[in-house]
């Protein structure tokens, strides 16, 4: 079989389905690797910054990384902004969506949630509530988004930084993505990791 036999989904039989699945997992495969070259892409996307946004999302990985965070951390910190190419408005909630089941929820939480905190340092120079993170006071990732935008964010668009190479974060990134989808085991709900233990 080279193609399924239907042209509409309700027409379509176990034969199909079993060939499609075959397929869709053979493909899934490969997200880390697409997931790099996103990144390597994000350098078109938005300027104006002292660093290209592949450089920041390499610094914010660095600093994760050297603050001892660990694997599922890391990768956050170095996809948080991927969504800035394909969705401008909602970067944050299509770099969660794409994290959500191959990590912690706690990241993805604050990966969902981080445009809202990143508000409290420039909102009021754009118009905007530099108060909007107050509406998630009380949650309990509330000060993990807060350490997060403060020490690998907000502060990683330094030309001077010493930032590790892409190639020192792939096999974190394969390894996350690697992993089977929504495994509770993983995804840990309500559970926290600290963000800084050990630095590197």
């Keep these: 079989m080279k193609h399924v036999g239907f042209t509409q989904m309700k027409d379509g039989s176990a034969e199909d389905y079993a060939f499609l699945t075959e397929h869709e997992v053979a493909y899934t495969r490969g997200t880390a690797a697409r997931l790099l070259k996103a990144l390597v892409a994000l350098d078109e996307s938005l300027s104006g910054y002292q660093v290209t946004r592949l450089g920041h999302s390499l610094q914010s990985a660095t600093r994760a990384w050297r603050d001892g965070a660990d694997t599922d951390w890391v990768a956050s910190a170095l996809l948080h902004d991927i969504g800035d190419i394909y969705a401008p408005y909602n970067h944050d909630e299509y770099a969660a969506t794409i994290l959500r089941p191959f990590v912690r929820e706690q990241c993805t939480w604050v990966v969902e949630k981080h445009g809202d905190f990143q508000m409290v340092y420039y909102g009021h120079h754009v118009g905007a509530d530099p108060h909007k993170r107050d509406k998630y006071t009380g949650h309990p990732y509330f000060d993990d988004c807060a350490a ?18 892409l190639d020192h974060f792939a096999p974190m990134v394969e390894e996350v993505f690697d992993r089977t989808p929504y495994d509770p085991a ?10 800084v233990t050990t630095p590197r």
């Design 148 to 165: 997060f935008c403060e020490r690998w964010d907000q502060a990683s668009f330094d030309p001077g930084y010493d930032t590790l190479p």
């Design 186 to 195: 993983v995804l840990r709900k309500g559970q926290r990791e600290p963000l």
